[in-house]
């Protein structure tokens, strides 16, 4: 505990310089927090400050005495070659513990993929083995983890895929849920975020349940959540740590007010010889 106060106070006395844009600051001026991040992307981020990401941003930013600016970008591939390698910003949400395109912070939470389906409808589903799952209509986001989960229990005729990278114009990452809620599919299998976040907007009452690791399954279901910095960017790695590990109570009630299921256990930040290829599951 001794080293992580010590840390506390080295970000509090340096926050306002490392935390600042990159050129000169007049003298007096309050620091800037600089985030890159989604503008259309609920629960995670939106313009209107209205996801997870962006009430954390906030919290962090009090705590270094800042004031959070945010530099908007799709969230999709090239996210981080535009944003965070382009110097657009200085930290990025959302990084899976030890994704090797960044330097990766303490996890600030972890999630799983989960079951959801409607209540009043029969289906009371807990094991991939369930025999209602062999004749259900299963919502999956095409390329994500429960896809090879479909494959390995001989699941895939039941399928009705949605598009991982998708058109906001005319979709958005709630459909998959909202389809369970109006009876178009029986159950969805996904992300814990995404998927607690629309079922509590929903009229008809949604069960959302973690799946099952599932054994000899190469892929996992569950996944640690970290912010990213530029990969030789230790010290503020180290600022952001601190404050993390200081915040985790008023984080996890953020977290639970927008209903994302949370997986217990110590967050702890895998080290930098992590093997590469984790890939964030945002787009898995």
Same mark, same amino acid.
């Given at each position: 505990?001794?080293?992580?106060?010590?840390?506390?106070?080295?970000?509090?006395?340096?926050?306002?310089?490392?935390?600042?844009?990159?050129?000169?600051?007049?003298?007096?001026?309050?620091?800037?927090?600089?985030?890159?991040?989604?503008?259309?992307?609920?629960?995670?981020?939106?313009?209107?400050?209205?996801?997870?990401?962006?009430?954390?941003?906030?919290?962090?930013?009090?705590?270094?005495?800042?004031?959070?600016?945010?530099?908007?970008?799709?969230?999709?591939?090239?996210?981080?070659?535009?944003?965070?390698?382009?110097?657009?910003?200085?930290?990025?949400?959302?990084?899976?513990? $030890?994704?090797?395109?960044?330097? #990766?912070?303490? %996890?600030?939470? /972890? &999630?799983?993929?989960?079951? @959801?389906? =409607?209540?009043?409808? $029969?289906?009371?589903?807990?094991? #991939?083995?369930? %025999?209602?799952? /062999? &004749?259900?209509?299963?919502? @999956?986001? =095409?390329?994500?983890?429960?896809?090879?989960?479909?494959?390995?229990?001989?699941?895939?005729?039941?399928?009705?895929?949605?598009?991982?990278?998708?058109?906001?114009?005319?979709?958005?990452?709630?459909?998959?849920?909202?389809?369970?809620?109006?009876?178009?599919?029986?159950?969805?299998?996904?992300?814990?975020?995404?998927?607690?976040?629309?079922?509590?907007?929903?009229?008809?009452?949604?069960?959302?349940?973690?799946?099952?690791?599932?054994?000899?399954?190469?892929?996992?279901?569950?996944?640690?959540?970290?912010?990213?910095?530029?990969?030789?960017?230790?010290?503020?790695?180290?600022?952001?740590?601190?404050?993390?590990?200081?915040?985790?109570?008023?984080?996890?009630?953020?977290?639970?007010?927008?209903?994302?299921?949370?997986?217990?256990?110590?967050?702890?930040?895998?080290?930098?010889?992590?093997?590469?290829?984790?890939?964030?599951?945002?787009?898995?």
């Amino acid at each position: 505990m001794g080293s992580v106060r010590i840390l506390t106070v080295v970000a509090l006395v340096v926050g306002a310089s490392l935390l600042s844009p990159v050129g000169s600051q007049a003298q007096g001026s309050r620091a800037t927090f600089r985030v890159c991040a989604d503008p259309n992307n609920l629960p995670y981020s939106n313009e209107r400050l209205e996801g997870f990401e962006n009430k954390i941003v906030e919290l962090i930013a009090r705590e270094f005495g800042a004031t959070p600016t945010f530099t908007w970008w799709p969230d999709r591939r090239g996210f981080i070659r535009n944003t965070l390698r382009a110097n657009q910003c200085d930290v990025v949400m959302g990084i899976p513990n $030890g994704y090797d395109q960044v330097r #990766w912070t303490q %996890p600030y939470y /972890r &999630s799983t993929y989960v079951f @959801v389906y =409607a209540r009043d409808r $029969g289906f009371q589903v807990r094991s #991939w083995d369930d %025999p209602a799952l /062999r &004749s259900a209509r299963i919502g @999956v986001v =095409a390329a994500t983890p429960p896809g090879d989960a479909m494959i390995k229990k001989g699941l895939m005729g039941n399928v009705v895929s949605y598009r991982l990278t998708i058109d906001y114009t005319t979709e958005h990452p709630g459909q998959i849920v909202e389809d369970v809620a109006a009876g178009k599919t029986d159950v969805a299998v996904v992300w814990g975020p995404v998927a607690g976040y629309f079922a509590k907007k929903q009229s008809v009452p949604l069960e959302v349940v973690p799946v099952p690791a599932i054994p000899g399954l190469e892929v996992p279901f569950t996944y640690e959540i970290s912010m990213g910095v530029r990969k030789g960017d230790r010290e503020r790695q180290a600022q952001l740590d601190a404050v993390l590990n200081r915040k985790e109570a008023e984080i996890r009630k953020i977290l639970e007010a927008y209903g994302v299921p949370l997986v217990p256990g110590a967050l702890v930040r895998k080290p930098d010889e992590v093997k590469p290829g984790v890939v964030s599951e945002r787009y898995q």
